[in-house]
């Protein structure tokens, strides 16, 4: 039976800013992390009501900007999607039960 997952880009918030210097579409983010948190939240509970499991993937700024760069990629939200997905997909495929990767 196939497995409904999802990676969602998680941010810590002692790196939040600096995400948000290095987003090309920081623009789009909410200025705190307390207000992407609690976007960030309900996001999951809406995948998680339709089933989907979802596993956060944390964003470390150094290590995105690395993989952004090793894949030729915008530093932007199809990246952090991609790398979010990579990351889901390989815990998924572990059989890991945990919630959260990185």
């Not at 999951?44 to 596993?55: A, L, P, S």
């Not at 993989?67 to 572990?94: H, P, Q, S, T």
């Amino acid at each position: 039976m196939p497995i409904n997952v999802a990676g969602f880009a998680w941010y810590r918030p002692e790196n939040y800013l600096r995400l948000l210097e290095i987003f090309e579409d920081a623009e789009k983010l909410p200025r705190t992390f307390e207000d992407w948190l609690a976007k960030a939240e309900a996001g999951c509970k809406n995948f998680e009501d339709r089933g989907i499991w979802v596993i956060r993937v944390n964003i470390d700024p150094d290590e995105f900007l690395t993989w952004c760069g090793a894949n030729n990629l915008k530093i932007d939200a199809k990246a952090r999607m991609k790398f979010a997905n990579i990351e889901a997909y390989r815990v998924a495929k572990a059989g890991q039960g945990s919630s959260s990767a990185h």
